[in-house]
Nanobody, 126 residues
Framework: QVPLVESGGGLVQSGGSLRLSCVAS????????VGWFRQGPGKEREGISC????????HYTDAVKGRFTISRDKLKNTVYLSMNSLKPGDTALYYC???????????????????WGQGTQVTVSS
């Protein structure tokens, strides 16, 4: 059983919006920091955001800052990534991952994370 399951991806026009969800099946996400990564065609996996465990502080890579928002709903055991003003360059397979904690210095390091989902595809057409 996959520990994390992402959903909410799809095909959207440039300038559109999507909200991705990340749900844990075997543990409580409130006990973890949760990050979002993406891997576009021919590109390496890129860490784009994280919400910390202790304070729910949020961190973003420059490419998505101001357009994407990460949040958590503890009652639903879900972490969301709201994506606005989408661009064709945002086209990628998006993954969520869980870690003990994250910070502005390390949230993009995939080795920080212990559990991963299988990803949800986001395609932005021009």
């Amino acid at each position: 059983q996959v520990p994390l399951v992402e959903s909410g991806g799809g095909l959207v026009q440039s300038g559109g919006s999507l909200r991705l969800s990340c749900v844990a099946s075997r543990f409580s996400l409130k006990d973890y920091a949760v990050g979002w990564f993406r891997q576009g065609p021919g590109k390496e996996r890129e860490g784009i955001s994280c919400i910390s465990r202790a304070t729910s502080s949020t961190h973003y890579t420059d490419a998505v800052k101001g357009r994407f928002t990460i949040s958590r709903d503890k009652l639903k055991n879900t972490v969301y990534l709201s994506m606005n003003s989408l661009k064709p360059g945002d086209t990628a397979l998006y993954y969520c991952a869980a870690a003990g904690e994250c910070s502005s210095d390390d949230f993009g390091d995939p080795f920080l994370y212990d559990f991963w989902g299988q990803g949800t595809q986001v395609t932005v057409s021009s």
